[in-house]
């Protein structure tokens, strides 16, 4: 079903080729400490260039400089880039840890898009560094060229980070060479609250070994230590090939903060000096905008602005609704309310979320979530975490926010919803239906799971009855925390066929195994 072969094309091969050079010189002694701000010498992209929130028109190009410095991007049709359109970004500086983004507008639908960026000095233009190129697809304007792209989550997790004995971040060069018109991230992009050793024995003798940086040695509570660990994925070679190559849909979840948090939430753990989580929480939000490409989550003039919810529009084909459970959900508890308008959405967000899904045309409505539905993840002996609290009975707590979300999709005739997630490190397929449940009013549908792409794996968490969820399919540990050299790690994959509209969903591990495969029909309600 695949609209394309996998692999990447002689001029991709040349972008990854460029993109390794240009970061050589990003040693890890080098790249743990501060920028140099000396003004000698000329401007270095060593962190490599990303691209993200990529439509049939328009893209954002990050980069980060090792001292201050104005952002130009060419874009051009071929890699000689004759005839290229230059587009001036941002100035760089401390304000904004040396980071920018850069808006790219006007672009051809469904085309390979070259990019350089150079970054030149903003006391003396005629010094500038040495170029850093990449490439991108833009969304197909036209429903027969169809859409592929992977998802997964869950990055340098549990104490296991970048290993160099083992090649690093390796799922990343897999999903590279699959060759997907973007990556959707589906959170835990980091470990703000999961400080890294720099070794580890393992159950049978083996040490991991882990690259370390300052900021990864304590829990982030500073700007600057929530910076540090976005900084860290970046150390590894695969990640930065990968960005290169490949933009990204991101959002995040809890630990870009730190475990479980909730807005409100009042620390009582001894690690932190800093006990209230609605600072951490701004401060690990004002870095996720300068490190990653959002299109409504911009660092401008040093602050925070915009949202984490979106809907990113991918051609004929393709929504993405990538939502936030984190910002706007209530305080972590047993979950047994019979009234709650909060839920894990916010009652906005869930406006937001349903004025939009009945607004899309797109055949396929993909639900990015950072948290799973119908499994139960809890927080402590008697909390709930997510949304399902392990009571099988009519909805209660957060899952009246999602039964109302179900209910609307299903009355309004809101065909080819399908639930995406990562978070419980492992993969898995659920079929939720309405002959299974307690709650009955809602069309069936599938929620995949896919995940840790760098981190511990766990085992399997218990289902919920209220949405009738049945596991299908599920690949798991049998133990907690198992490490990546013990045991795969996991993305998916989903392929759109252009001709067809058939959907289907692959998830990987590790290697190149496709455990398991499943097809979806367009133009059904739920699914």
Partial sequence: MSHRTPGPSPARRSVLRGSLAASAALTLGGAASAPALALSGRPRAAWGVQTGDVTASSGLVWVRSDRPARVIVETAASESFRRGHRHYGPLLGAGSDFTGTTALRGLPAGEQIHYRVTLEDPDDPRRTGEPVVGTFRTAPARRRDGVRFVWSGDIAGQGWGINPEIGGFRAYEEMRRLDPDFFLCSGDTIY???????????????????????????????????????????????????????????????????????????????????????????????????????????????????????????????????????????????????????????????????????????????????????????????????????????????????????????????????????????TSAQHYAPERAAFQDFAPFWEFVSGPLAAGGFPANKLDATFGPERVFVRAPERANVSPMESPQYFGEVDIDGGSGELTVRLRAEGGTVLFSKVLQPGRVGQ
């Avoid at 753990?269 to 996720?288: G, M, N």
């Avoid at 936030?324 to 308008?341: K, V």
């Avoid at 993840?377 to 009519?394: F, K, S, T, Y």
């Fill in 192 to 426: 703000a609250d999961g400080p890294l050793q720099p070794s580890v024995t393992l159950p049978d003798g083996r040490i991991w070994r882990n690259v370390t940086t300052p900021e990864k040695s304590k829990v982030a509570e500073t700007l600057d230590e929530y910076r540090g660990n976005f900084r860290y994925n970046l150390l590894d070679h695969n990640v930065r090939a990968f960005n290169a190559q490949v933009p990204s849909i991101v959002q995040w979840d809890d630990h870009e903060v730190r475990n479980n948090w909730y807005p409100g939430q009042i620390l009582d753990d001894p690690r932190y000096t800093e006990k209230d989580v609605d600072v951490l929480a701004a401060r690990a939000s004002r870095a996720f905008g300068e490190y990653f490409p959002v299109s409504t989550l911009h660092a401008r003039g040093g602050d925070a602005d915009g949202r984490m919810h979106r809907v990113v529009r991918y051609g004929p084909l393709l929504d993405v609704f990538v939502l936030d459970m984190r910002s706007y959900r209530n305080a972590n508890s047993p979950g047994r309310q019979a009234d709650d308008t909060t839920g894990i959405l916010g009652e906005a967000q869930l406006a937001w979320l349903k004025r939009e899904l009945s607004r899309s045309r797109a055949v396929w409505k993909v639900l990015a979530a950072d948290m799973p539905l119908g499994l139960v993840v809890p927080d402590g002996a008697a909390n709930i975490e997510a949304i399902a609290q392990g009571d099988p009975g009519a909805p209660l707590g957060r899952e009246l926010q999602i039964a109302e979300l179900l209910r609307f999709v299903k009355h309004r005739r809101i065909t080819g919803t399908l639930w995406l997630t990562a978070d419980v490190h492992y």
